[in-house]
Structure formats: C-alpha cells, structure tokens
C-alpha cells in the first residue's frame, strides 16, 4: 500500500521548487517591510535631530540710498566674480550718480543701451525739459515716466538684490534713491524650440519645451485660450535656487490632489535641482519601486491633454522635460498619436505596444522556461528544430541568454552616446556583427539570436524611454526566476510583478487602474482607443470636479 502511495507523490524536484515558490515571496514580503521600517526610524530620528533652520541668520540689512555705502556693500557681497560688470553713469538732469549690475551673457545690451542708458544719461533732452519736472529724481517717476520697459520692479534689501544679480536680472542703482530696480528680464542664451526629439510623431505638433520655463509656460498658453488655466510658482533649491511652476485647471483639477502636489513640492530640501528627474525621485510616493511614478514629456500637447484630464504638470527652469503627476501603467503605454489617428488604427497601434511590452518583458523568461524545463509545452518539429540549432553551444541556456542580452544592452547604451551620424549605424552593424560572429563561433543559437532581436524590437515600441528602461531592469529578473524554477518562476514573477503594480500608487492614485479598482467605464481608453464622440466623460480615478468633457 505505502509503495502505491509513494508513486502518487511528486519527486523531490518537484517539492524543492513549490518550497522555493512559496519561500522566495515571503522572504521578499519581509525584507520590503524591514527596509521600509529602517528608512523610517532614521528618517524621523534625523528630523528629531534637526535643530530650527536659519535662526542664526543676520537680518537682512536694507539699501540706505548712500551710493558709495551701497556700492562697496555690493562689491563685498559679489566678491571674485568675474562675469559680474558695473558700468557707473551721471543721470546729467538730477546730477545723481548711477550703476548697472549685471552678469556678462545675461542681458540684452541693446534694451539696455537704447531703454536704460540713452534714457537716464540724456534724459530731458528729447522732448522732456517741455514737461513739467519733478523736484527730485523717484522711482515711481523712472517707472512712469522715462523707461519704456514693461519689467521693472523694486528690491529694498541688499540680500534680496545679490540672488537676482546672480540670477541674471539686471540691478539699476542711483545715488539717493533707497530701493534699486530690476530692470528687464534675464536674457541669456537659448536654444530655439524643435521638435521633440524623445517623443516623435509621424502626425501632430512638432514643437517641444525647451530650457527656458517662461518659453515653456507661453506654449502652454499657446494651446488655446483657456481662463482656468492656473500657473503656480515656487522657488526650489536652498543654495542654488530655480523656478518652478505647476500647471492645472483650476474648474477640472482634484483640490486635494492640487494640495498634496504643492506640500511635496514646498517639502523639497535640496542645494540644487538641475533637472526635473531629481523632483520626481523626491515627490514620488514609493522610491523603492522600479516603476516610474510620474511621467516625464516634451510635448506641450500631450501636457495639456492631461491636463484637461485633471492631472498637474510640473515645469522647472532649466530642463525641456515636464512632469504629469498621477500617472497610471497604462498611460505610459498611450501616445497621442493614437489620438490624432482615427480610432480604428490608434487601437491597432495601442494593442500592438501591449504587446511589445509584454514580450519585451516575458521574452527570455518564457525562452528559458521552455527550452530548460518545458520542453514538451512545445510543439514536436519545433523542439526538434531547436535541439538542432543549439547542437555544440557550450553554456545552459540562461547563460547563453545572458551574454546576449548584455551585449545588445550595451550596443543600446553605445549607440546613445556616440554621436548622430555615427550611433544609429553603429548599434545596427554591430548587433548583426556581433549577432553572427557569435552563431558562427558556436556560443548561441540561431533561434536564440531571434528571440533576443524581438525582445529588443519590442521594448523600442514603448513611447516612454523610462518606462522601457523598467522593463529592460525587470527582464533580467524574470530571467533569474525562469532559471530557478522554470515556468512556475516564470508565473511567480509575472504575479508579483502584478502584486506589486496592484499595491503601488502615484499620488493616491492606483497605478494600474481601471483594472484594479476596477472600473470599467475607464475601459473606453484602455486597450481599446474608442471613438473621440463617445468619450464624453473625464476618468473616475482623477475625482475631477467636472466628470462632463465640453466641447
């Protein structure tokens, strides 16, 4: 009897990898919880530790209006800057002295020359003695009646005027005047606007932001005319300080989605924030995921179609890329091609990148899977086929898998930083060189080289690079699993990548919604991209205050 019942159980194989799929879950479950545990006691240790911030701080002292004083205080203050020039004149019809500060390359010489000089050093002479003068020289009289400039504005504080100094603005001074003017706008080099070069279409707008925010927050405006269009401003950067706006409609946007965005972005503590990269990892709900929790564009029309959605962008100085918070999984999959394109082939394209995600991710898993401990899932003539193919390769398959993997990876990387003329041919002779040199050589298969080129064409369909890198990090990973258990890793892989994306949230917002909450009547611009006419609705997960789309 016992010999009988032995026969029914599984072989010691087969226990070993349902205690390693049962085991391996748990163990990541605990060490998530640890480390999140860890960062947050010494994340409120340190804020225990932290002392009140610039208590120690001398008042800022104010501008007296004595122009040597005043002068010697600035030239302390700017210390060994080189690019900072002082260029002192005689307002002749008051006999008071002047300067202008400014830093070389950030202003337009002629404005100033032809609206600030000309006017203050001949003032009174071109029509001004046959008017009625004031007594002294004032600001409101500079403002009102003699510079023809539609930017000026007071400082009263030296502190206030060595930041916009450094900023770039240029500083106008006179000799009893106890507040200095900023005149004009910084006006340094920029690049003109072209089209995106991360995000091309082959139908649509074919301009992208560029590194100036004014320019980038005017395309916004360029959309159309739109009065609940509402820019907030903030100042990022504790030692370094930059501009930053977020753009919303104020009849559309969640008011409590719009005050957790704004209290993230006033919590940012940081010397310098270069790029908009550096505000998503510091306003993102789960830092410890390989998901991306806001998403990054240069496209002005795709920034204010999620707007209209009731979304937020954010736009720093100095970078082209903004950021659209909260972000779904699916969003990262939608281009607004798809949109510009009727909807019978902008659902033919949207399935189409569903599915190069998924085979970008699953390829080398489910190959390994296969040919390593499935082989009979295959059909007959095909496993024949292959065995065939892989007759002489020295390495298991993970290994073979790996070695080609990594080396198209670092074509791709190559192929990023050479440069344009030379990067696009390079990644493509090379993967064919090194693709056939190592069939020829015996390393790999022939059917292997097929799988890796249609992982690696399939994770080029992704119109976010970010989330293409994602994928790529991820596919290493399935890889590992295939390798341990075969098909049942395979499955544990895939389920707790779904685990995790049912768990994860941008901003409260669940990150693969409408699956999960599941709501179906989202489903219109899911999978399917459903005619423009029948889409009369906003998404249920954004709560925006209007639900009616108006034409």
Same mark, same amino acid.
């Given at each position: 009897?016992?010999?009988?019942?032995?026969?029914?159980?599984? !072989?010691?194989?087969?226990?070993?990898?349902?205690?390693?799929?049962?085991?391996?879950?748990?163990?990541?479950?605990?060490?998530?919880?640890?480390?999140?545990?860890?960062?947050?006691?010494?994340?409120?240790?340190?804020?225990?530790?932290?002392?009140?911030?610039?208590?120690?701080?001398?008042?800022?002292?104010?501008?007296?209006?004595?122009?040597?004083?005043?002068? +010697?205080?600035?030239?302390?203050?700017?210390?060994?800057?080189?690019?900072?020039?002082?260029?002192?004149?005689?307002?002749?019809?008051?006999?008071?002295?002047?300067?202008?500060?400014?830093?070389?390359?950030?202003?337009?010489?002629?404005?100033?020359?032809?609206?600030?000089?000309?006017?203050?050093?001949?003032?009174?002479?071109?029509?001004?003695?046959?008017?009625? +003068?004031?007594?002294?020289?004032?600001?409101?009289?500079?403002?009102?009646?003699?510079?023809?400039?539609?930017?000026?504005?007071?400082?009263?504080?030296?502190?206030?005027?060595?930041?916009?100094?450094?900023?770039?603005?240029?500083?106008?001074?006179?000799?009893?005047?106890?507040?200095?003017?900023?005149?004009?706008?910084?006006?340094?080099?920029?690049?003109?606007?072209?089209?995106?070069?991360?995000?091309?279409?082959?139908?649509?707008?074919?301009?992208?932001?560029?590194?100036?925010?004014?320019?980038?927050? !005017?395309?916004?405006?360029?959309?159309?005319?739109?009065?609940?269009?509402?820019?907030?401003?903030?100042?990022?950067?504790?030692?370094?300080?930059?501009?930053?706006?977020?753009?919303?409609?104020?009849?559309?946007?969640?008011?409590?989605?719009?005050?957790?965005?704004?209290?993230?972005?006033?919590?940012?503590?940081?010397?310098?924030?270069?790029?908009?990269?550096?505000?998503?990892?510091?306003?993102?709900?789960?830092?410890?995921?390989?998901?991306?929790?806001?998403?990054?564009?240069?496209?002005?029309?795709?920034?204010?179609?999620?707007?209209?959605?009731?979304?937020?962008?954010?736009?720093?100085?100095?970078?082209?890329?903004?950021?659209?918070?909260?972000?779904?999984?699916?969003?990262?999959?939608?281009?607004?091609?798809?949109?510009?394109?009727?909807?019978?082939?902008?659902?033919?394209?949207?399935?189409?990148?569903?599915?190069?995600?998924?085979?970008?991710?699953?390829?080398?898993?489910?190959?390994?899977?296969?040919? !390593?401990?499935?082989?009979?899932?295959?059909?007959?003539?095909?496993?024949?086929?292959?065995?065939?193919?892989?007759?002489?390769?020295?390495?298991?398959?993970?290994?073979?898998?790996?070695?080609?993997?990594?080396?198209?990876?670092?074509?791709?990387?190559?192929?990023?930083?050479?440069?344009?003329?030379?990067?696009?041919?390079?990644?493509?002779?090379?993967?064919?060189?090194?693709?056939?040199?190592?069939?020829?050589?015996?390393?790999?298969?022939?059917?292997?080289?097929?799988?890796?080129?249609?992982?690696?064409?399939?994770?080029?369909?992704?119109?976010?690079?970010?989330?293409?890198?994602?994928?790529?990090?991820?596919?290493?990973?399935?890889?590992?699993?295939?390798?341990?258990?075969?098909?049942?890793?395979?499955?544990?892989?895939?389920?707790?990548?779904?685990?995790?994306?049912?768990?994860?949230?941008?901003?409260?917002?669940?990150?693969?919604?409408?699956?999960?909450?599941?709501?179906? !009547?989202?489903?219109?611009?899911?999978?399917?991209?459903?005619?423009?006419?029948?889409?009369?609705?906003?998404?249920?997960?954004?709560?925006? +205050?209007?639900?009616?789309?108006?034409?």
């Amino acid at each position: 009897m016992w010999s009988k019942i032995i026969t029914y159980l599984p !072989s010691w194989n087969t226990l070993f990898q349902a205690g390693l799929a049962l085991i391996i879950p748990l163990g990541i479950y605990y060490i998530n919880t640890s480390i999140y545990s860890f960062v947050g006691s010494k994340g409120a240790k340190s804020k225990h530790n932290e002392g009140p911030i610039d208590q120690q701080h001398e008042p800022s002292s104010k501008i007296t209006g004595n122009y040597d004083s005043d002068l +010697q205080a600035i030239r302390e203050a700017i210390g060994e800057n080189s690019d900072v020039h002082f260029r002192e004149f005689m307002v002749k019809k008051f006999h008071a002295r002047s300067m202008l500060v400014f830093i070389d390359g950030m202003q337009d010489e002629k404005l100033m020359s032809e609206q600030v000089l000309e006017v203050l050093m001949f003032e009174g002479q071109q029509g001004q003695d046959q008017q009625e +003068q004031p007594e002294g020289l004032s600001n409101s009289f500079i403002k009102e009646s003699l510079m023809p400039l539609t930017q000026i504005s007071e400082v009263t504080r030296m502190e206030e005027l060595y930041e916009f100094i450094l900023l770039g603005h240029t500083a106008l001074l006179i000799e009893g005047m106890k507040e200095a003017l900023l005149v004009g706008p910084p006006n340094g080099a920029i690049r003109s606007v072209n089209e995106p070069t991360s995000e091309a279409l082959l139908r649509g707008p074919r301009i992208g932001f560029t590194e100036v925010l004014s320019e980038n927050t !005017s395309m916004l405006r360029r959309q159309g005319l739109n009065k609940s269009l509402e820019m907030k401003k903030f100042q990022v950067g504790s030692r370094i300080k930059k501009d930053l706006v977020i753009a919303y409609i104020k009849d559309i946007v969640n008011p409590d989605l719009l005050e957790e965005v704004s209290r993230r972005i006033s919590k940012i503590d940081m010397d310098f924030l270069p790029e908009s990269g550096y505000v998503e990892q510091l306003i993102e709900d789960n830092y410890l995921s390989p998901f991306q929790q806001a998403h990054n564009t240069e496209r002005p029309d795709r920034v204010i179609n999620a707007l209209l959605e009731g979304r937020i962008a954010i736009l720093l100085d100095g970078t082209p890329f903004a950021l659209i918070v909260p972000v779904t999984f699916s969003m990262l999959l939608q281009s607004p091609e798809d949109y510009y394109e009727r909807w019978i082939p902008g659902t033919l394209l949207r399935l189409l990148r569903f599915s190069g995600a998924f085979i970008a991710l699953m390829g080398p898993a489910l190959y390994i899977s296969f040919i !390593s401990f499935h082989p009979g899932l295959i059909p007959t003539k095909l496993v024949i086929s292959i065995i065939g193919t892989r007759q002489g390769v020295p390495f298991p398959s993970v290994i073979e898998v790996m070695i080609l993997e990594i080396s198209i990876e670092i074509l791709r990387e190559a192929g990023i930083r050479l440069p344009k003329p030379i990067g696009p041919a390079m990644g493509i002779v090379g993967g064919l060189v090194i693709g056939d040199a190592a069939v020829n050589a015996g390393i790999v298969s022939p059917f292997l080289v097929i799988v890796v080129a249609v992982t690696a064409i399939s994770s080029f369909s992704i119109p976010t690079y970010s989330a293409g890198i994602t994928l790529r990090l991820l596919r290493f990973v399935g890889m590992f699993f295939a390798a341990m258990l075969g098909m049942f890793g395979t499955i544990l892989f895939f389920l707790l990548i779904c685990i995790h994306l049912t768990k994860l949230k941008s901003f409260g917002v669940p990150y693969v919604t409408p699956f999960s909450p599941m709501r179906p !009547s989202d489903w219109k611009d899911l999978y399917i991209r459903a005619p423009i006419s029948l889409m009369k609705r906003r998404p249920v997960m954004m709560k925006t +205050q209007q639900r009616k789309r108006r034409s």
